[in-house]
């Protein structure tokens, strides 16, 4: 009677460790193409990444440099005060972007040129994305501006 509680035992333990590993496998094939990694200009330009990589790079569109073409299509650079990546997007901007600004795109390098596929802004005049500021701060561009606590 104590060997078959013993075997019984093992059973359920064996059957839970191959469950858990099941959803994990599950879990892990249903992220393989949703998870980005997210890149600041100076890593990027340190260790370029391969053309079919797709990942996220943030930082602040440098001054001067948004150039809206005949199309649909914007170039710009994004920079962290250490570097700068050439950007091209086509497609409609969020309505803070600028100059200046902070923002996160998403998509892959070509040709030395980052192609977004989407282009995260800001979405009021005193956030800025936790990376981007991180990001910033790592190369002394940032300072969080101050609280004026009305």
Same mark, same amino acid.
Request: proline share 5%; glycine share 14%.
């Given at each position: 009677?104590?060997?078959?509680?013993? *075997?019984?035992?093992? *059973?359920?333990?064996?059957?839970?460790?191959?469950?858990?590993?099941?959803?994990?496998?599950?879990?892990?094939?249903?992220?393989?193409? +949703?998870?980005?990694?997210?890149?600041?200009?100076?890593?990027?330009?340190?260790?370029?990444?391969?053309?079919?990589?797709?990942?996220?790079?943030?930082? /602040?569109?440098?001054?001067?440099? /948004?150039?809206? +073409?005949?199309? %649909?299509?914007?170039?710009?650079?994004?920079?962290?005060?250490?570097?700068?990546?050439? #950007?091209?997007?086509? +497609? #409609? /901007?969020?309505?803070?972007?600028?100059?200046?600004?902070?923002?996160?795109?998403?998509?892959?390098?070509?040709?030395?040129?980052?192609?977004?596929? %989407?282009? /995260?802004?800001?979405?009021?005049?005193?956030?800025?994305?936790? %990376?981007?500021?991180?990001?910033?701060?790592? *190369? +002394? #561009?940032?300072?969080?501006?101050?609280?004026?606590?009305?």
């Amino acid at each position: 009677m104590r060997g078959l509680k013993k *075997q019984r035992r093992i *059973q359920v333990i064996v059957i839970a460790a191959l469950l858990i590993a099941g959803s994990a496998a599950l879990v892990g094939y249903g992220f393989r193409e +949703g998870i980005n990694f997210f890149r600041t200009p100076s890593d990027v330009a340190a260790a370029p990444p391969h053309s079919s990589e797709v990942f996220r790079i943030g930082g /602040l569109v440098e001054e001067g440099s /948004l150039v809206r +073409g005949q199309g %649909e299509t914007i170039s710009f650079r994004v920079t962290d005060g250490g570097a700068s990546v050439p #950007v091209a997007y086509t +497609g #409609v /901007l969020p309505d803070l972007f600028g100059e200046g600004e902070g923002m996160v795109g998403t998509g892959s390098m070509v040709d030395g040129v980052f192609h977004a596929t %989407e282009i /995260l802004a800001r979405h009021d005049e005193t956030y800025m994305p936790a %990376e981007v500021i991180e990001a910033l701060q790592e *190369q +002394g #561009v940032y300072v969080a501006p101050e609280d004026t606590g009305s």
